[in-house]
């Protein structure tokens, strides 16, 4: 290995002595290192292994849980383990603790079509459940939430309102068409709550048809606001929506017993390898630590975790020794609260602690697309034209830069000046699993996986060498 | 639907007004006519229901058999049915008819650590059978044909020769590591015979780590090198290399039935939809229509069939009426004998059937990445600079040009001078099912296939606009 390592360098000698500029040379020799990494990342699976660790051993783990504790002492274990200079918890306070309970019905009662018969439902995070013995009421289809004004009161008092808008799937990115549908389920039982609709059941976010039903966070905005609000598959939403085509007197009945218990105080995980210049402000890598409490978040956001634990793991085996600190940190409480997120920029901005840039891996754990560059226009400006300066390394891994949003948990860090970054994979399967009990471990490619690990640590290295531009 | 298109003229009309240049303007129009084929193509999905119904009701369809010749009538009926100008069967004489059997075993005998246990296999495509009974022999381990030479038949006479090179998981792409390792499974068994050996055993072609395995053809160049050739899973490959690690004394009992018939004569299917120049020259699609005779080539090559039916299927869609003829042609014999590929370009010489273009599909229906030029001097570079002109169009659709190979089946009609190209989709998931029981319709993505045959669809009408660069 040594050996192989003097003939690569002799090799490299070599070519550095057929360029004239430093600047090409210097470049030469990035795309041996990252090269490197490319090919240690693809044998080792590093990585991979680690997600299959996290998902068999922890599996689910939503914020407030037992099992979100038990993902907080494994990941700061494994980072000790992997011989961080630094590893402690920061304490996230004000955890919202959601809990599923063991009921969840959905059922048509006496329907056109299909008589009587139950469909695949999934309560959606933070929804209050039913009263005890569950509900039964008549249901309105809706497509558009601002239809709600124009029905009012009159329309919607003691209905189920059933939010049935489809995915776009004419559009390239599915992320897109969750854009475009996911209002639906956010403020759908809110909003309707406000005409004194009693449930909300939203279809599925997703463009798949299927019946996999899909759960997700719902805000309440009021104080008065909490009705229950629930999600069927784009199966079982199809079907309803045949039976209401045949009848406009259908009634639902809906039983969960979800509920929201007391915040908790938790942690996000955080892992810190020093630089050599003890004065230089970090690089962070970070992604969500919790997931959703079916399946057991493999690719939201279990592969991000692996991607960071990677990149680092992917940049000791080159014996590298960064300038900057590498900061990871695993964040708490993405799902459904954003709470890690923001109490860490929070604690940032009242520690004086300086980030160079922040990069998020929260796109699952698909094939790699690129990374996405935002920030306040002085961090923003200098650093994208950086990257660009430096994206012809990428170019055999076919790996872009853009500008656009970064990602959830590093954008409270945005007016403290780091250039973010957040990166992509394809998005064309993400949304068949997200939320869903198949985001499991046998659903992420080894192959895919890792392309993006070594992505992000060759990412790592330039930004490490270069900065960001300013 | 009609009163949308007129709006969406409008739009496209008030664009061209912002114009100067006429040049600019086309553009314009020709990304609002690709934006419309991708749209049908996500919304619609008709190439994947076709490989639905392709996979479901014809299933394996390997040349020479029974349902090589449904899959033929099938074809032949959709072409018919969709409304092709011209529908025929072009002969294809002397097809290789191999018939798998039903016994296909290997065994370890006695084995340090394993014992006596059954290794996971599958025959070789065109491979003879071994005697009636089996055979039992010593087994050699090989890892590069070369090393034969050097073995000689002092230790190769009488011998099963194991040949284990693993794929090369460092390099990005799959592909590469399959052109690395897969002389083992084409040349083994007629290298090995040279020197006495009375069967081979080749690791599956795969990077992934599993029990499935891998069949694939397998050439004898010589008449007395007939020789068993069967492929055995990465994982039993892994057993039988630990346990020849602790002996070399390790013999193996096989035992296939499979056995070659004689050729027969079979057919490539061609579809005509005539363009408004009678002169043209074609702008032919291709896909190969024989598979593997287990799973049911739905990636390999039921997707490439799929992209090619959708493609003109969206073109007309857009109610196109193209200047050049289009032609599909569905290739038979691509896995085991290339007969369909060579034979058609010999009858285009004969009858002077000339071809701007060629465009193969044979990469999987995963998501795109691109097309892949090749030609005579005299047609690749005017063609490349073409697409390269073109390119822009695409990068919405992350799909860029290279040069290199185009594709098997089109690769006959080189020397006639047409530009030669081969889309490209990405390779990290293709080998965990090539050639494989798994390669069925579930494995494939409905988005990642449409998002194929739109990339083609629009390849297809800027080559009719714009031509090939001469």
Known sequence: MILEKIARLGSI?????????????????????MKDIYTTALEEQYGYNWLRDLTENVGARLSGSPAADEAVGFVKAHLEAAGFDTVFLQEVTDVPRWQRGTTETVRMIDAPIWGTRELSALSLGNSVGTPPGGLQAPVIEVHEIDHLDSLGRASL???????NRPFDNSKISPSSAYGGA????????TRAAEYGAVAVVVRSMTGRRDDIPHTGVTQYLGDTDSIPGIAISTVAADHLAQALAETNELELFIEMDCENLSPVTSYNVIGDWFGTDTTAPYILLGAHLDSWDVGTGAHDDGAGCAHIMDAVHL?????????????????????????????????????????????????????????RCDGVPEALTPGFRQLNRLSDLFSPYRIDFSTGGSGADISPLKPQGPLLIGFRTSPQRYFDLHHTRADVFSAVHPRELELGSAAIASLVYLLDQYGAGK
């Open 182 to 189: 996911v209002d639906q389920r956010v403020y759908g039982p």
């Open 315 to 371: 940049l000791r085996q080159q014996e590298y020794q960064p300038t900057h600190p590498i900061r990871l940190v695993f964040f708490m409480n993405e799902e459904n609260g954003l709470k890690g997120g923001r109490q860490y920029a929070e604690a940032a901005e009242k520690q004086g602690v300086k980030h160079l840039a922040a990069i998020e891996s929260d796109s699952g754990g698909f094939l790699p697309l690129g990374f």
């Open 13 to 33: 000698l070599a070519c550095l002595c057929c360029f004239l500029g430093n600047a090409n040379a210097q470049t030469e020799e990035d795309a041996f290192f």
């Open 157 to 163: 008092a003691g209905k189920i309102v059933f939010f």
